[in-house]
């Protein structure tokens, strides 16, 4: 019996500043708890080249790939059970965006979220519109998508705001596939809606932009010092206290579990001093953090064995990577020239294997085909209302074949009695090389 195949799941964090609070509850703590799952394949990285955009001190960037990988392992991740690596070390990325850049329309790019609140600050206080703003940031999407692409990640974790890059990241796969033949799986967004947003000290958003944060590892008595300054209000003890919109108890409940939470409600209830519930607050976050405080250190204290780490992680990376930028490579026209050319009348055939090809037809539906090696039709879909909806039936067909035909037929154009044999053959080839991926 055939083992199914795992799930790859892919997440990053761009290295611009020290771990906070906020980081671990929202990022770290909820990709170390799935990277323990057994059905996935667990990719991790530190986006340095995403660093670059937003900050130009190099000692900076340096100190936070350090501090972030370091939290990532103190706090559970195991780099020999995932996929744990530095986006500067995998040079295949960069090449990717390049290529990736060629099929993405600029005007996709120009509604990026960030290009687009860049452009309307800009507006709104009467400069040029693209002022200040740098190639790197119009660009960001296409890194971004080559992060994904990259390692054919099924699914990646991510915030509401980030929705959109997912998207993109799709049409730029639904492109190239288009063009070149099936080299990429469409990945899809997953949110968490579970994961806290925890409040700053001020009340706002825990941020570095507020200057609000709690350092994750922060020395004990640094943060028990940094927790006395929540912003509380003036109410005396022995007066109940609500918890509604209390950043205080808002932290305590990221940390808490529903026994705890209860008691801290009661406890507001009751008139609790706030230096009591700051307290207990601190109290809370330490028991978690402290065991995990020391390895912290240590790694921070021998670079030198992280880097060995994030090499190794490297090295895993790219033993995915180079073939698979080989195969693109390849795929483009960029190959020996003693491999052969097409004629100047037809383009040659772009794999020696059936292949699936994704396309947008004049009536803004979005369809799919099944094609041989040869080129010849095998397949065809009904019209799809988002390349979503097309790219999920193309991934339902590869992961389970023949048996996916009852459940897709209402989706599909009828076949003719010669083609099913072929169909059959198909994806029972396609089915087979997803399952070895």
Same mark, same amino acid.
């Not at 988002?386 to 999920?392: D, F, L, N």
């Given at each position: 019996?055939? =083992?199914? $195949? ?12 020290? %771990? ?78 390049? *290529? ?28 040029? %519109? ?26 990646? $974790? ?16 639904? =492109? ?38 709690? $350092?994750?590892?922060?020395? /004990? ?55 009591? /519930? ?35 992680? /490297? ?7 180079? $073939? ?20 100047? /009348? ?9 292949? *699936? ?81």
């Amino acid at each position: 019996m055939t =083992s199914k $195949p795992r799930i790859r799941v892919l997440t990053g964090i761009t290295t611009t500043g020290t %771990p906070h609070l906020g980081n671990y509850v929202g990022a770290i703590r909820p990709t170390v708890q799935a990277s323990r799952d057994s059905q996935t394949n667990g990719f991790y990285f530190l986006a340095d080249y995403h660093a670059l955009i937003k900050c130009d001190e190099p000692a900076r960037i340096q100190r936070s790939t350090l501090e972030i990988a370091a939290s990532w392992i103190a706090s559970g991740l195991d780099p020999e059970k995932v996929t744990f690596y530095r986006q500067s070390d995998i040079p295949e990325i960069a090449e990717l965006t390049w *290529f990736l850049t060629c099929v993405t329309g600029k005007g996709v790019l120009n509604r990026a979220h960030a290009y687009k609140a860049a452009v309307d600050k800009n507006n709104a206080a009467g400069h040029d %519109p693209d002022s200040d703003v740098s190639a790197g940031l119009f660009m960001y999407p296409v890194l971004m998508g080559a992060d994904i692409l990259m390692f054919k990640a099924h699914k990646v $974790p991510v915030g509401r705001d980030q929705i959109q890059h997912i998207e993109m990241a799709r049409d730029m796969a639904s =492109s190239f596939n288009h063009l070149y033949g099936e080299h990429f799986v469409l990945p899809e967004a997953v949110i968490e809606e579970s994961v806290a947003l925890l409040p700053g000290l001020d009340g706002r958003k825990m941020s570095k932009s507020y200057d609000n944060t709690i $350092p994750l590892f922060a020395p /004990a008595a640094q943060m028990r010092k940094q927790i006395a300054g929540i912003v509380t209000d003036s109410k005396a003890p022995g007066e109940p206290k609500t918890t509604e919109g209390s950043a205080l108890f808002q932290i305590y409940q990221a940390f808490a579990n529903a026994e705890e939470t209860a008691a801290m409600a009661q406890a507001y209830a009751d008139g609790i001093a706030w230096g009591d /519930a700051k307290q207990m607050l601190f109290e809370r976050i330490d028991r978690e953090i402290a065991p995990m405080r020391e390895q912290y250190q240590a790694l921070i204290n021998n670079p030198a064995q992280m880097d060995k780490i994030l090499l190794a992680g /490297a090295d895993k990376a790219r033993q995915l990577a180079t $073939p698979f930028m080989r195969e693109v490579r390849h795929a483009v026209g960029l190959r020996a020239l003693s491999s052969g050319t097409a004629t100047p /009348a037809a383009k040659e055939a772009k794999t020696t294997a059936p292949s *699936f090809k994704q396309y947008r037809e004049k009536d803004g539906q979005f369809y799919f085909k099944l094609v041989d090696a040869q080129g010849l039709l095998i397949l065809q879909s009904k019209g799809f209302a988002s390349p979503k909806e097309a790219g999920q039936t193309i991934a339902r067909l590869q992961t389970d074949g023949i048996a996916s035909l009852p459940d897709l037929n209402h989706v599909l154009v009828p076949l003719t009695p010669d083609k099913e044999p072929l169909l059959a053959q198909a994806l029972e080839y396609l089915s087979n090389s997803t399952k070895n991926s």
